[in-house]
């Protein structure tokens, strides 16, 4: 069932979402925040009035009791007495007090950066650190996947590792199946690419280029519980403030020796004698010093003990060391990751994917991971004991403290260990499920992607006519369709809306028009979108049919002076990645203004060259050019469907200026902007040059 009329868990009166928008929405939890902070604040300055008030009548009595008679001892103790008594009452009040205060901080502040999200101020964001991505990857530059201003930032409300790991995963690898070792899943958070970009011997991409056969069902299952979870959000605004509190200062490198520890054998294997040892001194040895103490036995047999006790630490300190190590993981990010799983256990609705979250992260053997891991936390408390010298020393002389202590923790390991990698696993598809879903809540008009089978073969010879073209093949189907498609990263007051169709794999859609008019746009908008629906996200659409291909593009190319690479080739190399790819799978193509690097008429001969390489391919897509006659080649013109942008040329006073709608139409470009932009930047033609008409 929905929350939208459910009460508020800080009892804080929002605006329901029932009937409010996603702004109204925000802006109320903005408001019931800052006024719960307020109230905070108040009662935490009068907290601090008591404390201190409860701090003298503690200290005061016993700074009299030399000076005052001892008639009136026991008064002063007992005033003594209440105020340490209330002063340590207070200090519990006034934590717990500080703790809600900084609830209610983060809360106004997550309110905040919602409306943020809705105009799409990228400065009000915060950016999550999503790790390098190669220079080679088929899309992460030209459709804006990481950094700012870029999807990775209007979905950035993941705040752990692995929701920061889960969806670099569904932005850049959405073919990949869930991992099975977590830690490389993480690790690529951190690792470092190969460098520039442009040609040379650059790290290949290692994704995943083809869906495997359960891809659609994890897809389906993940829109489905986005769309249902987007009706909560309440329990999408807990989880996001859990992430947020939860985010720490420790480095993802710090989860490996945890998550290893987790997985491995019992320390005790070949040590088994030392835990007898250490249990019977931690009996012995307080005996033989309490009977030494009072003196039953003349001899400090004590010392002894402690010899022993200190030989056995030694013995097995090597082993216990990185253990610990690897445990205290959970006073760091791990230990904070209990609350999270706890409101994941809670995770409201009815679709399989949710339902299959709170079964796994249901109660085994009578414990829930939240508890598990607060339990796990409490033994990292005492294992910090023994960076103090003062209190760790007596402990292990006189009880083997490391020893007892370790017997727990690896106990804690026998039990739940197997399931950490399962915790870890889930705690990021929770994250990456309230981003989607916020994201659709925050967008309530954007529609749910159908995703096609798709074609993971290539077409037989039999389906390719005398040019080696590919021609219709019974049961392939369509290409892309859309309804009112808009570039998601655009602000939804500007982004203009268009019912774009690609073409069937085997045909291209060609986009002619002129500068500025919004060709690169509707490219990316295209792509931005394909991911969104890969991902199993909401898409900026009101319809969105596509086929389950990756973007390949080639749109931001850049020269790299330290590899000697010009723009030219630097082009080419991407060109060669793209048509490659092409061939060894269904892919999206997206390419833009191709070939600027050379002279008008190579630059055509050579476009159609690499036109011709990709429809002999299965590959479906869009290439956005100047020049009109691209198409007009025999052999091509049946096989590119040609749209258009145009603007339209006002005259205000001695000024003509351009008005563009952005709006796509059928055919080739009509109109030419060039020379009107040079006149509008103040390089028009100067009156005493030479008249020249535009060639083509």
């Known amino acids: 069932m929905s929350d939208r009329s459910a009460s508020d868990p800080d009892g804080m009166n929002s605006v329901s979402p029932e009937s409010a928008s996603p702004r109204e929405w925000y802006g109320g939890r903005e408001t019931s925040a800052r ?42 103790l007992l005033v003594a007495g209440l105020g340490i008594v209330a002063f340590i009452l207070l200090m519990v009040r006034h934590r717990s007090l500080r703790r809600r205060l900084r609830r209610a901080q983060i809360r106004a502040a997550l309110a905040v950066e919602g409306v943020a999200r809705l ?8 950016l999550p650190d999503l790790g390098p991505v190669s220079p080679t990857h088929p899309w992460a530059e030209d459709l804006d996947m990481v950094g700012r201003a870029s999807l990775g930032h209007l979905l950035g409300t993941v705040s752990t590792d692995p929701g920061r790991a889960a969806l670099r995963q569904a932005l850049l690898d959405p073919f990949s199946p869930p991992p099975a070792d977590p830690i490389p899943w993480l690790r690529a958070l951190e690792r470092r690419g190969s460098g520039g970009s442009g040609g040379g011997e650059e790290e290949a991409w290692d994704g995943t280029p083809m869906p495997d056969a359960d891809w659609g069902h994890r897809r389906e299952k ?19 403030l859990l992430a947020r509190e939860a985010r720490g200062r420790r480095a993802v490198g710090s989860l490996e020796p945890f998550l290893t520890w987790a997985r491995g054998s019992a320390w005790e294997r070949d040590r088994r004698w ?28 004590w010392v002894m003990g402690l010899v022993a006790a200190l030989v056995v630490h030694r013995r097995v300190q090597g082993e216990t060391a990185w253990r610990f190590e690897a445990a205290e993981a959970a006073e760091g990010s791990v230990g904070r990751w209990a609350a999270i799983l706890e409101a994941a256990g809670r995770i409201p609705g009815s679709r399989p994917g949710l339902t299959e979250l709170r079964v796994a992260l249901g109660p085994r053997g009578g414990t829930l991971p939240h508890g598990a891991l607060l339990h796990l936390r409490k033994l990292s408390d005492w294992a910090g004991i023994r960076r103090s010298s003062l209190a760790h020393f007596p402990l292990v002389a006189l009880f083997c403290w490391d020893v007892h202590l370790l017997d727990r923790i690896e106990r804690w390991r026998d039990r739940h260990g197997a399931r950490v990698d399962d915790w870890v696993r889930t705690l990021g598809e929770v994250e990456l499920l309230v981003s989607l879903a916020t994201l659709q809540f925050d967008h309530p008009d954007w529609g749910a992607a159908q995703v096609g089978r798709g074609g993971g073969e290539a077409a037989p010879e039999s389906s390719r006519d005398r040019d080696g073209f590919r021609v219709d093949v019974a049961g392939r189907g369509p290409g892309i369709r859309t309804i009112a498609l808009r570039h998601p990263l655009l602000p939804p007051a500007v982004a203009v809306p268009n019912n774009l169709d690609v073409p069937e794999p085997g045909r291209l859609l060609l986009v002619t028009g002129s500068n500025m008019s919004g060709k690169s746009t509707l490219l990316r908008a295209l792509g931005t979108n394909q991911i969104l629906a890969l991902a199993g996200a909401p898409v900026a659409a009101e319809a969105f049919e596509t086929h389950p291909a990756l973007p390949w593009t080639a749109m931001r190319i850049r020269d790299s002076l330290s590899q000697g690479v010009s723009f030219f080739l630097a082009e080419l190399h991407r060109l060669h990645q793209v048509v490659e790819a092409a061939r060894r799978s269904p892919v999206l193509v997206l390419l833009d203004e191709i070939l600027q690097g050379t002279n008008t008429a190579e630059r055509r001969i050579a476009a159609r060259t690499i036109l011709r390489h990709l429809l002999r391919t299965e590959a479906m897509g869009a290439v956005s050019t100047h020049d009109l006659t691209l198409a007009r080649a025999q052999d091509l013109e049946s096989r ?24 796509i139409r059928s055919g080739p470009a009509t109109s030419r902007n060039a020379l009107i932009l040079l006149e509008m930047v103040g390089l028009g033609a100067d009156p005493r040059d030479p008249a020249e008409a535009p060639e083509g």
Do not use: M, Q, Y
């Open 35 to 76: 006024a719960s902070e307020r109230e905070l604040e108040a009662r935490s300055r009068r907290i601090s009035t008591a404390r201190a008030v409860a701090f003298i009548l503690g200290l005061g009595p016993l700074l009299l009791l030399e000076t005052s008679p001892r008639g009136i001892w026991p008064l002063l």
């Open 640 to 663: 590119l469907v040609e749209i258009h942008l145009r603007e339209e040329v006002r005259k205000e006073g001695d000024h003509r200026t351009l008005h563009f709608d952005h709006r």
């Open 274 to 301: 030392a835990l007898p040892a250490a249990r019977l001194l931690a009996v012995l040895n307080p005996a033989l010093l309490l009977l030494w103490f009072i003196g039953t036995v003349s001899l400090p047999f």
């Open 222 to 240: 993940r829109a489905e519980a986005v769309r249902e979870l987007s009706e909560h959000p309440r329990f999408l605004e807990e989880v996001r």
């Open 119 to 126: 105009d799409r101020n990228w400065d009000g964001l915060t």
